[in-house]
């Protein structure tokens, strides 16, 4: 199983800033893509941005400039920075993987529980 666990959501005023991270453990042989998704109630969940293993990253139109996405392939981990947060980008925010575990011979895609990220105007 492989396991993805984020942490730093919370409450912040709207021009504020807010890290987010998210450790994948368990039975890892390698994992690809890694990426943020975000949903609200009532809406489909929508990609933030995702990064490649070799660094290469891209953004939704609507966070370009203010979130910015990186990797610790040592540490298996992913962070977003999030930057002039506006109300707008209020949601609970999912790390996603495209990993493949030890016991299996292909690519699936794992979640984390998700976190909370309200952006009081």
């Known amino acids: 199983q492989v396991r993805l666990m984020e942490s730093g959501g919370g409450l912040v005023q709207a021009g504020g800033s807010l890290r987010l991270s998210c450790a994948a453990s368990?039975?890892?042989?390698?994992?690809?893509?890694m990426g943020w998704y975000r949903q609200v109630p009532g809406k489909q969940r929508e990609l933030v941005t995702r990064?490649?293993?070799?660094?290469?990253?891209d953004y939704v139109d609507s966070v370009r400039g203010r979130f910015t996405i990186s990797r610790d392939n040592a540490k298996n981990m992913v962070y977003l920075q999030m930057n002039s947060l506006k109300p707008e980008d209020t949601a609970v925010y999912y790390c996603?993987?495209?990993?493949?575990?030890?016991?299996?011979?292909?690519?699936?895609?794992?979640w984390g529980q998700g976190t909370q990220v309200t952006v009081s105007s």
């Open positions: 996603n993987a495209e990993a493949r575990a030890t016991y299996s011979s292909i690519i699936s895609s794992y």
């Open positions: 990064i490649s293993n070799d660094g290469s990253s």
């Open positions: 368990g039975s890892i042989f390698r994992i690809n893509a």
